[in-house]
């Protein structure tokens, strides 16, 4: 059999699959209900494989979607990807930013793509790319600093509010068909395999480019 892989995607509330063979998409699929990747996960993983022939000694890549994203969601899928490592020692890992997946997925909304994420109390995580490939590397930055900097025409990708109105040379996608695609996922995962960007199991660890709001709260009720 061809060289399998899977693509883990829980970003997001709607959690999903991608399975390949060789170079191939076999199939990207979503996880049945939204915010239960800790039930979810490993029957669709189990399932998929199954429906396409493809056993757990089958599988030789695994590409996660490391974030920034859902906690819980993105925790789940690095705890699985490291049990699954550790049970079949021919698995190899990489790591998927999750702002590089929907700088891929919209490169073609317009000539330069701003995808922000993690929006909250006046700044966001945000970076700008062209093709995919990105111009003005993401960070955390208000809204006012990435206009600035931002070439036009420029397309914002966010899944919520940012506060940038649309205006000549800047549109904004619809927020509600914004979530990160399992299939591109599974595409970044390929093409990082294939330049060796393999992380130990040890060192696979999610993107939170904020600490919670549960730990933000605890500090500031001591600081007070």
């Avoid at 899928?77 to 490592?85: C, P, R, W």
């Avoid at 550790?86 to 990489?94: D, F, G, M, R, Y």
């Avoid at 999750?98 to 109390?121: F, G, N, P, S």
């Avoid at 025409?153 to 904004?172: K, M, S, Y």
């Amino acid at each position: 059999m061809s060289r399998a892989s899977l693509a883990f995607e829980t970003s997001g509330q709607s959690g999903a699959l991608a399975l390949g063979l060789g170079d191939q998409l076999i199939e990207a699929a979503k996880l049945p209900r939204k915010k239960r990747h800790n039930l979810e996960l490993m029957p669709a993983v189990a399932a998929l494989c199954e429906k396409h022939g493809v056993a757990p000694a089958d599988l030789r890549e695994l590409y996660v979607s490391l974030g920034p994203g859902s906690f819980t969601g993105l925790r789940i899928a690095i705890a699985t990807a490291k049990m699954l490592s550790l049970t079949n020692p021919s698995l190899k890992l990489v790591g998927v930013p999750t702002i590089e997946v929907l700088a891929e997925q919209h490169k073609d909304a317009a000539e330069h793509v701003a995808v922000c994420m993690t929006i909250k109390r006046g700044t966001m995580y945000a970076g700008v790319y062209r093709g995919g490939q990105p111009l003005i590397e993401p960070d955390l930055r208000s809204s006012e600093a990435l206009l600035a900097d931002a070439p036009r025409p420029l397309a914002i990708v966010a899944e919520v509010q940012t506060g940038i109105e649309p205006a000549d040379g800047i549109t904004a996608l619809d927020r509600a068909s914004i979530e990160a695609d399992a299939a591109i996922t599974w595409q970044l995962g390929q093409r990082y395999a294939g330049d060796g960007r393999f992380t130990a199991p040890a060192d696979l660890l999610p993107l939170y480019i904020r600490e919670p709001e549960a730990v933000t709260l605890w500090n500031e009720l001591r600081r007070e």
